[in-house]
């Protein structure tokens, strides 16, 4: 495998076989995963309903909308350190669970800032399961599969977007939009049950949380997926033990730079990804194109999307991961341009073309951004893994409040949109000089 992972000494999994269990947990976390993809637009699908129905203004309405995403900033952050401490078994099940209260209390509410409190609530819920899903099951996972496993399980989220927003809009005139948030909320809830029922406690945070004990417990998980018993476990360093989950021991000297290019990637990356999928829409309509296409054509880009996660995932295991994710976002820049340079007479583009570029976009950058989960795993040991994760998506994020709002500035001047285009596609290059420069290997 191309792909510079932790050293084969400490892997306790069979390097390739994935067992019957294994595949049931694997499809556990993917439905965990589209659940978190779901939750983040069901709520902007059911805005203008929510406005109709209560008479709201645009501007609480803004307040609703952020207060999720403000949510799962804080709790990817502050919160992500529960996985490392407590573990990926009760933190992720447990995430589910209060996520699935605060949706489905959602039916109970009558004024906005009770909504706008369940939303915060769900959104710290969901942003600590983002921080700990993605180590709970990439440590799950087979050594030769496991980046494309987390690849996939990434798409889930997009996947579970597209659903939410068909299924939103086939059922919000029966149920109203309050039964959207209760069955929500209810398969959270089943889910989060299922989570702490059916999957076991990880085996890498096992070995590195509790190795005076690990070997009798790593063997009843094996048993319990259908593994083979090990006969002893790599020993671990006093360091790595003793190890405390928070920010500072992703900043110690070995792993600083490594987590500021992580930081400065997730930051860029969320900065045009943002600015692509917020204002694409309202950018090809202002150039000419129907509505109805405008929207068409957007939603060529989450479909490419998941196409283009799962084949960077599937590339890894021959192509090192951080030079994949690195061509990604500078081809990804260069369709920006091309579309920005569309974007001033689309009248004179044949509409096949702008779909194109579009889908392209979804392959090449935001399948790129979507693996800079997977180089985050394969940087942070299991003690700090989650915490790892929860701050780089966490910090991230900051970039995705900043884009939106800095386009419509940028637009508002009276920028032309060619050189609109050009502004936020060097984001795009220099995420993808961020991630080069990351060695993909376990920081012990």
Request: charged share 10%; glycine share 10%.
């Amino acid at each position: 495998m191309s792909v510079e992972q932790a050293p084969a000494s400490i892997e306790v999994l069979h390097e390739s076989n994935i067992t019957p269990m294994q595949w049931m947990i694997l499809l556990l976390g993917l439905l965990a995963s589209m659940i978190e993809g779901f939750d983040i637009v069901v709520i902007a699908y059911a805005a203008p309903a929510i406005s109709e129905d209560w008479g709201i203004s645009t501007e609480k309405m803004g307040i609703v909308l952020s207060a999720g995403v403000l949510g799962m900033t804080l709790g990817a952050m502050f919160l992500s350190w529960l996985a490392d401490c407590y573990g990926r078994r009760i933190t992720v099940s447990g995430s589910l669970l209060v996520a699935g209260l605060a949706t489905s209390a959602i039916v109970f509410t009558s004024t906005v800032w009770e909504l706008v409190l369940l939303r915060a609530v769900a959104g710290l819920a969901l942003g600590v399961l983002v921080a700990s899903l993605t180590p709970q099951m990439g440590e799950f996972s087979p050594l030769r599969h496991r980046v494309l496993i987390i690849s996939v399980l990434v798409a889930g989220a997009s996947a579970g977007a597209v659903a939410g927003g068909l299924i939103t809009a086939a059922l919000i005139s029966s149920l109203g939009w309050q039964g959207i948030f209760l069955y929500a909320g209810l398969i959270t809830l089943a889910l989060g049950g299922l989570m702490y029922l059916l999957v076991p406690e990880s085996i890498a945070f096992t070995i590195k949380r509790h190795p005076e004990t690990a070997l009798a417990k790593v063997n009843q998980i094996l048993a319990y997926i259908g593994q083979a018993p090990v006969q002893q476990l790599p020993a671990m360093s006093v360091t790595a033990q003793a190890e405390r989950a928070t920010v500072v021991s992703l900043l110690s000297p070995h792993r600083r730079m490594a987590t500021l290019l992580s930081w400065s990637a997730f930051f860029t990356g969320f900065v045009v990804v943002y600015f692509i999928s917020s204002w694409m829409p309202q950018v090809l309509t202002n150039a000419g194109l129907p509505q109805e296409k405008a929207i068409q054509a957007t939603a060529a880009i989450p479909f490419g999307s998941i196409i283009g996660t799962i084949l960077i995932g599937y590339m890894a295991k021959k192509i090192p991961l951080n030079k994949l994710i690195a061509s990604g976002f500078t081809l990804g820049m260069l369709c920006i341009f091309v579309v920005g340079s569309m974007a001033s007479n689309l009248g004179a583009v044949p509409y096949l073309l702008v779909l194109t570029m579009l889908f392209l976009i979804g392959i090449t950058l935001m399948g790129a951004f979507s693996n800079l989960y997977s180089i985050v795993l394969v940087i942070y040991p299991a003690q700090v893994r989650s915490t790892g994760l929860g701050w780089s998506a966490g910090l991230g994020r900051a970039g995705a409040v900043i884009s939106p709002m800095l386009a419509g500035l940028l637009m508002g001047l009276g920028l032309s949109m060619p050189v609109l285009f050009v502004i936020f596609a060097i984001p795009a290059l220099i995420a993808a000089l961020c991630v080069w420069l990351i060695q993909p290997r376990e920081l012990l």
